[in-house]
């Protein structure tokens, strides 16, 4: 009887190279979205969650992952108003290191086998100690924290697709080279992207799934990104890919699974959902009113999905949600930015390979210095201290070569404002930072005619803190490295021609439903711009007192209008924004804008917010 199971081991330890499982899936037909079966009231807020399956007889196994998403480079602790969780600061990878090494102590002092795994948008949208060397530092950090496994997600694309297979089997950048002087290996972890397709060989352009033993028991894992990532990254870079559906392909991949004799699988999808009042302020392992894409993936999954561990919305949750079966799936997000990590104790039975208990629980990787009251020690207002105790040292060497080669870029002053400039978006959908970075592209793009920009607020990646100082640099000052971390994305600044006709239609389209819109995103608009919306109106009417300097916009008069490449490509659904003519591109990239902007004059003070009126 060994020698058969010796084979069955081989053959899924092959299956983890994409090779032998893209030639077996070659083979299968598309499997369906199974109709989900009813459930009752799957919302209860657990904390931690913990599902029982049935346990038949035999022996069982135990297990541990932790898991993380959404991590966008965050080399440093993250500062402002994102510098805490809950209330605790929290974030950075020298931190991440070391609560990933004391979980894993705990679970090996309980005979847990630990696998770490992430769901997507690891890299992309970064600061500039990873994005000025086009994220090969994460990459590297990633491997020496002891990532395993991760989905691709959303930012993983943001280079195009090229960039992401050089990131994961390494070499320097064609353009700017191996700026660190000691080359690139490329990633260690496995980066599964089972729904992302060549349209050339009609197969995943990375591996679809992997495998790992527990104990003689094999898991499986398949990575896959939301379907709708064609949406919200530039077109430009994934022009050779199709985006499958998130439920259709991860059956597939299961079926596959099941197969070669895989009965416990884990889901890493780079979707999600969230948490919503009340409470006010859900915990960070509750599961309070839930709700998002996530759940009706979830729905439509084979049973042996006993966990999802998902990510996109940045936010926190463990939930227990009804699979394909009825039965419960446990489904996670550690938030964002390395600052939670998801503790997963499991159980496999050995004998029918299943899963028959799964708990989960966040953790916040908390890097401060407590009080003895219980407060969090500040060294200026809102600026936490660090606990050295939690520093891991090899994971801080690491990023300090990659800190100190970018400090004197990154610690420049550029500009100052005159307090925070929040990037958070009032009930009409303007944000102050939003205003700022309009205000800052028209200001770019004047000397070339410009009349009008628009910003995406997609695209606006994090506050600028007047009272934060991580560069040394007094208050309301800002230094090149803040302003970068608000606009990463390194896009073009592009001016194009519209008639009056053509930029109402562009602002329908921010609705869901005009022109093939899916989600309702609210452009940013320049200082001049005035409009009311009514989100309940008729698709296509929802667009009212459009006017430029207190004038109504003409229909058929022409405009000067300024936005990144990536709204003019058609990104975030605006395919409206295809339509100008006589394309200009003005130098440089959409930061040197903002950097312009800040270092002009008096220091900036926060938008106004208040060019759109909302009126349902």
Known sequence: MSQPRSRGRAVLRHLAAPALALAVVATLPAATRPAPAPAADPWAALAPVSVSYAKPTGGEVKGNFLSYNDFHGAIDPPAGSGAVVNGTPAGGVEYLATWLKKLR?????????????????????????????????????????????????????????????????????????????????????????????????????????????????????????????????????????????????????????????????????????????????????DCANFSGPIVDIVKGLRPEFGLVVSGHTHRFYSCSLPNSSGQPSVVTSAGNNGQLITDVDYSLNRRTGRFTGISARNVIVENGVRNADGTWQQTSPGVYARNPDLVDAGAK??????????????????????????????????????????????????????????MNPGGVRASMSYGASAGGEAPGEVTYGEAFAVQPFNNLVVTQTFTGAQLKNVLEQQFVGFKGQTTQRILQVSAGLTYSYDSTAPVGSRVSALALNGTPIDPAASYQVTTNDFLANGGDGFTELTGGTGRTTAPGFDVDALVAYVGAGDPVAPGPANRITRLG
């Open 397 to 454: 060497a690491l990023a300090d070569k990659y800190r100190t080669a970018v400090a004197p870029i990154a610690n420049k002053v550029v500009g100052r404002i005159s307090a925070d400039i929040v990037r958070d978006a009032l009930p009409n959908g303007e944000s102050p930072l939003g205003d700022v970075i309009a205000d800052a592209q028209l200001a770019y793009t004047k000397s070339n005619g410009a009349q009008i920009a628009l």
């Open 105 to 285: 102590a705990e679970a090996k002092a309980e005979g847990r086998v630990t696998t770490t795994v992430g769901a997507g948008d690891l890299v992309g949208a970064t600061p500039l100690v990873s994005a000025a060397f086009h994220d090969e530092p994460t990459i590297e950090l990633m491997d020496q924290i002891g990532l395993e496994i991760s989905s691709v997600g959303n930012h993983e694309f943001d280079e195009g697709v090229d960039e992401l297979i050089r990131l994961n089997k390494g070499g320097c950048h064609p353009v700017d080279g191996c700026q660190d002087g000691d080359g690139f290996k490329g990633a260690k972890f496995t980066y599964l992207a089972a729904n992302t397709i060549s349209k050339k060989t009609k197969l995943p352009i990375l591996p679809p799934v992997d495998v790992k033993f527990v104990g003689g028991v094999p898991v499986g894992f398949v990575g896959v990104t939301l379907e709708g990532t064609p949406g919200i990254v530039n077109p430009a870079g994934i022009t050779g890919v199709t985006f499958k559906d998130e439920v259709e392909t991860a059956n597939k991949w299961g079926g596959l699974l099941k197969l070669f004799g895989v009965k416990a699988m884990v889901l890493l999808v780079h979707e999600g959902g969230a948490q919503s009042p009340p409470p006010s302020t859900p915990g960070v392992s």
